[in-house]
């Protein structure tokens, strides 16, 4: 079991910069595979990033790459997602998902099996 809880979100200026983290409990943490998604109002669910259960992979939406950073520090449970030259169009909830242990890349919700809650992300223009 893998309990997430996001934070790090908040109103920002177009071009600004945010940085989220996903701290998780649960003593797998290490050999689960996380991503980013985002929902907006109204929206389904999408995909923004990937990160391998080692860091050694990363994968990004086509709309936040070279913009967006994901990141992971196993020692301290914690999932990154570095914001940077945001957009309006970046306004959403930021959630952060786990897979199961041991599985590697999707961009598909549907198999993430750990949620957090979200933390809104605001950018004004």
């Known amino acids: 079991q893998v309990q997430l809880v996001e934070s790090g979100g908040g109103l920002v200026q177009a071009g600004g910069s945010l940085r989220l983290s996903c701290a998780a409990s649960?003593?797998?943490?290490?050999?689960?595979?996380m991503g980013w998604f985002s929902q907006a109002p109204g929206k389904e669910r999408e995909f923004v990033a990937f990160i391998s259960w080692s860091g050694r992979t990363t994968l990004y939406a086509d709309s936040v790459k070279g913009r967006f950073t994901i990141s992971r520090d196993n020692a301290k449970n914690t999932v990154y997602l570095q914001m940077n030259s945001l957009k309006p169009e970046d306004t959403a909830v930021y959630i952060c998902?786990?897979?199961?242990?041991?599985?590697?890349?999707?961009?598909?919700?549907?198999?993430?099996?750990?949620w957090g809650q979200g933390t809104q992300v605001t950018v004004s223009s």
């Open positions: 998902a786990a897979r199961y242990r041991g599985l590697g890349y999707s961009a598909r919700a549907t198999e993430y099996a750990y």
């Open positions: 649960g003593r797998t943490f290490g050999e689960n595979a």
